[in-house]
């Protein structure tokens, strides 16, 4: 059946004079009933590789545990944890100078949908807790010459009977199948050797500037008992950071065993005419062989102190003794 013709009358009003005009209109085709269809955009990146494990039980925030002294651990009947760890490869372009990624747009799913959440990533060696973790790259200086790739880590909480799971970053996204067996990771002060250079119990020591203006100094004192000025040698194995060939660490890392049965969190690190809780040491190994940091720490310990263990990250990692030179 033809379509149907609409006449449309139109009144014209001139100079005194009425028209009766007819105009016909020609029926839509199906070129016009039908959107354009939006070109496909060219995707930012692609996977170069993806690597998944899983683990039954972890330690979370080793790095603010070893403030207090506890250790806080995952563990489940139920569900593992699931860590992604995927090298990418951004695709830049003149116009592209920047890749960033929304956590929104980062899913772990099965294969029916079913999402499930990022409960954190690794960092440094140890997991660390956060419910988003963004991805962004930029666009390096010689970005023609060579394809630089860029890593990615998050963690999920998986049902230990999940089968094939699809990691999405926005619109790539590639199936990867659970793990066979579940993974042992190793503790932090795996990846670093660390020794006790030496040790003296002190009454007080100078805690720092109160102005710059003025050269005015606090002491600190322990409440009970004495100081202990431990200074340690720390040397890296491996490197324990997404960038290549680093290693990073800095002061409430450092803790104390004394006598076997009690944890001391570090009073602060030696640092100018004072002392600080928070300085960040960052080495890097581009000629082979990791160099050494030697640094001294300061903890509030019993009278008759003798014998102590430093730790890494809460894992004992040297022995010293007071006195030791």
């Not at 199906?30 to 899983?54: G, I, M, Y």
């Not at 929304?102 to 140890?126: C, H, R, S």
């Not at 988003?132 to 394809?147: D, G, H, I, V």
Request: charged share 25%.
């Amino acid at each position: 059946m033809n379509a149907p013709i609409i006449r449309t009358a139109l009144l014209v009003f001139g100079f005194g004079s009425l028209a009766l005009f007819a105009q016909e209109e020609k029926p839509e085709t199906e070129a016009e009933k039908v959107p354009a269809q939006e070109e496909k955009k060219a995707p930012l990146f692609e996977f170069t590789k993806v690597d998944v494990r899983s683990y039954d039980s972890l330690p979370l925030d080793l790095d603010d545990a070893t403030k207090v002294g506890f250790v806080e651990t995952f563990e489940s009947d139920t569900h593992l944890l699931l860590e992604v760890n995927a090298t990418i490869t951004p695709l830049w372009t003149e116009d592209l100078q920047r890749i960033n990624i929304d956590t929104k747009k980062i899913l772990l799913a099965n294969d029916a949908g079913k999402q499930y959440p990022m409960v954190g990533e690794f960092t440094y060696g140890y997991l660390k807790r956060k419910s988003w973790n963004s991805f962004s790259a930029y666009r390096p200086t010689k970005w023609k010459e060579t394809k630089a790739t860029v890593p990615y880590n998050a963690v999920f909480l998986v049902p230990r009977d999940a089968k094939k799971i699809v990691f999405t970053l926005e619109e790539v996204s590639t199936e990867l199948a659970m793990p066979g067996k579940t993974s042992r990771m190793p503790a932090p002060a795996e990846a670093v050797t660390v020794e006790v250079v030496k040790a003296s119990l002190m009454k007080e020591i100078p805690g720092g500037d109160l102005s710059r203006d003025v050269k005015e100094k606090s002491t600190i004192r322990p409440l009970r008992g004495a100081l202990l000025e431990v200074t340690i040698k720390v040397t890296p194995k491996e490197g324990n950071s997404t960038m290549e060939k680093h290693f990073f660490w800095h002061t409430p890392w450092i803790g104390l065993i004394v006598g076997d049965k009690v944890y001391c969190p570090t009073l602060g690190e030696k640092w100018g005419s004072g002392i600080s809780t928070n300085v960040s040491h960052n080495k890097s190994n581009y000629t082979g062989t990791w160099s050494s940091d030697e640094a001294t720490f300061y903890f509030p310990v019993p009278e008759d102190l003798t014998d102590f263990q430093v730790t890494w990250l809460l894992t004992s990692a040297a022995k010293g003794s007071v006195g030791k030179k």
